[in-house]
């Protein structure tokens, strides 16, 4: 029988870390049937690529998305998968869409993840059909996908749906017995139906949208620690993952992560985790020693088996006036993101008494952890009505005008239309020897892109070829710092492995989900800004990357549904190629002997 693809004397990484060899691939019926050193018979094959000179590499694998609306108004999930993501994990951070009602959901997600409620709700709306998780599977399954899914329970999504919206946000309240197994059930229901674990939230930056609660923390910060070990212990007997994040203002709760993952007060099983963190962040330069040897010593110590999300490129964000998740950390910046309405926040931020609060609140956290530097000579304004700022940081005019800086940053957002200044600055990633260390830590995840999320504040769908691109480089120089098949690897099959996801390799027999990459397009045009207007957000126009001479080709399932910066005709409309992976059941590698290692 003929081939269905063949892909040509390319320089093929099978995703398990071993070197790479130049081989040729049969694609028959969705499957890799031949790696051959030799040439393939092409008769009546109809699609043969020629990748001498490019890679062939597995699929690059998201496991930090939100994307839970997004695939329900366009399952093709163009902007990851143009640049070789083939599979994606939703339900992160304590949200999905499984159980809550819609209006819940909606303002469970919006402002957290920056997306417009309006959009958000409609999908909802418009294509919930689901009662049940099994019938959420089924639902997305159904879909004309254009990269595999998994997903995730979202903790918040799971106390919403049994105690409210109302009671699952008040911290007067706690959930009874009943409520408590009611949770319980919930979330053994979700995992038989092949959802891959549970997402939690311990951070109180993130807030609810809409009219009724508005301004409140998610649900799952409310919980205790009581109510997470009855959870944990449903996913540590069927062998399943917590994803979280720790409080920042409260590091030492970390720890408690890592006794809940453990093997210890006699346990049989642990319990895999993986924690959201900005592993090297300006605000804590000191805290990226946590990761690596202290974390592989608790691991050791405890029998636990915690890693850490990380994302391996500089953490930069762009921000619209106030509408930044980190201002959130301030009681006077969830204050101003509180108004929805332009002349109400526009009068709060020139309100004397106002900024005298959130200058005490400013000046109080220089003193503590945080996720934002606060350092406004590292904010420089890229966008404003005023032309003669653009290019100053917020900082500089504070000296120029012999202000605080936070008093010269609410004057310029006041005096210009506080939506019309768009400035920018790098939080976490920013020290060139540290995100190298970083990449070949064993504790350390790669991920955390938030594609789908945060649409004008941040734009990582291409950290994986951005990593590659500093692989490549550094080589080039000389100065290596990981092979570039073990970057693959870190970007495919070990995030596969954790995450209990059938995904990650391409080898004889593996399911053809694969990429053709062109290693000269590997240039300093991969770390380039660019936008782009969503239709289905109204024409919003988000940050998004495109390098498109990196990618020739990706393929989902066999199909190659991108090639040369087109995606084929009926993609994410009528032309399915991706399929919900369900979790796999893989148990969990004994004491962790990856890290043991």
């Known amino acids: 029988m003929p081939y269905d693809v063949i892909v040509r004397n390319g320089l093929w990484f099978d995703g398990s870390g071993a070197p790479p060899l130049v081989r040729t691939l049969g694609i028959r019926d969705g499957i890799v049937e031949s790696v051959s050193a030799t040439a393939l018979d092409e008769t009546g094959c109809p699609d043969v690529i020629d990748a001498d000179g490019k890679w062939i590499v597995p699929g690059f694998i998201d496991v930090h998305t939100h994307y839970d ?3 329900l108004l366009d399952p093709g999930l163009r902007e990851s998968v143009r640049h070789g993501v083939t599979t994606v994990l939703l339900g992160n951070c304590s949200l999905s869409a499984v159980y809550a009602n819609n209006e819940d959901a909606a303002d469970l997600f919006s402002r957290v993840e920056a997306v417009p409620r309006e959009y958000v709700l409609g999908a909802l709306n418009e294509k919930k059909t689901w009662t049940t998780a099994a019938e959420y599977v089924e639902t997305l399954d ?11 329970l979202g903790h918040s999504d799971l106390r919403t749906a049994v105690l409210g919206l109302d009671r699952a946000t008040d911290d007067t309240v706690t959930p009874t017995q009943a409520e408590l197994d009611a949770m319980t059930a919930k979330l053994g229901e979700a995992l038989d139906a092949g959802l891959l674990g549970m997402s939690g939230m311990d951070s109180a930056i993130d807030k609810l949208d809409g009219d009724r609660y508005r301004s409140r923390g998610l649900p799952s910060t409310f919980a205790t620690w009581r109510e997470r070990r009855r959870l944990i212990a449903v996913l540590r007997k069927r062998h399943r993952l917590l994803q ?4 920042v203002a409260r590091p030492w709760t970390a720890l408690l992560f890592f006794l809940s993952s453990s093997r210890m007060f006699g346990r049989r099983d642990g319990v895999r985790m993986s924690l959201l963190v900005s592993a090297d962040s300006k605000a804590a330069p000191g805290a990226v020693g946590v990761f690596g040897r202290g974390t592989r010593l608790l691991n050791r110590v405890l029998g636990s088996s915690v890693r850490f999300q990380h994302l ?14 980190v201002f959130e950390e301030f009681g006077a910046g969830t204050a101003a993101l509180h108004l929805r309405d332009q002349l109400e926040r526009n009068e709060l931020l020139a309100d004397t008494g106002y900024r005298r609060e959130f200058r005490r609140e400013f000046d109080r956290k220089k003193l503590g952890p945080t996720l934002w530097h606060r350092d406004f000579h590292d904010a420089v304004i890229v966008e404003c009505p005023d032309d003669s700022l653009i290019g100053k940081s917020f900082g500089t005019i504070a000296d120029e005008r012999g202000l605080h800086p936070l008093d010269a940053f609410l004057d ?7 939506r019309s200044v768009r400035w920018t600055t790098t939080v976490a990633n920013h020290r060139r020897r540290q995100l190298d260390k970083l990449a070949t830590e064993p504790t350390v995840h790669m991920g955390f892109s938030d594609a789908g999320a945060h649409l004008r504040n941040m734009a990582f769908y291409n950290y994986a070829l951005r990593l590659l691109k500093r692989a490549l480089q550094a080589d080039l120089a000389g100065r290596p710092f990981m092979t570039l098949e073990h970057a693959v690897h870190r970007l495919t099959a070990e995030v596969a492995d954790w995450f209990g996801l059938d995904a990650g390799t391409l080898r004889r027999g593996d ?3 694969f990429v053709v990459i062109d290693p000269a397009g590997l240039d300093d045009t991969v770390d380039g800004y660019h936008e782009a207007t969503v239709p289905f957000y109204g024409g919003l126009s988000r940050m998004v990357n495109r390098n498109d001479a990196v990618v020739v080709a990706t393929a989902v399932n066999g199909h190659v549904v991108y090639r040369n910066g087109e995606f084929r005709d009926g993609y994410g409309e009528s032309a399915r190629s991706g399929r919900f992976l369900r979790a796999s059941g893989a148990s969990l590698p004994t004491a962790d002997v990856a890290l043991r290692a």
Do not use: T
């Open 69 to 71: 609306a997004e695939v």
């Open 142 to 152: 159904a879909l004309p996908l254009g990269p595999n899914v998994g997903s995730l």
């Open 244 to 247: 979280s994040a720790p409080d």
């Open 312 to 325: 391996p490129v500089p953490f930069e964000l762009y921000s619209d006036g106030i509408d930044l998740p």
């Open 412 to 418: 310029v957002l006041v005096e210009n239309g506080e």
């Open 511 to 513: 399911r053809a989900d």
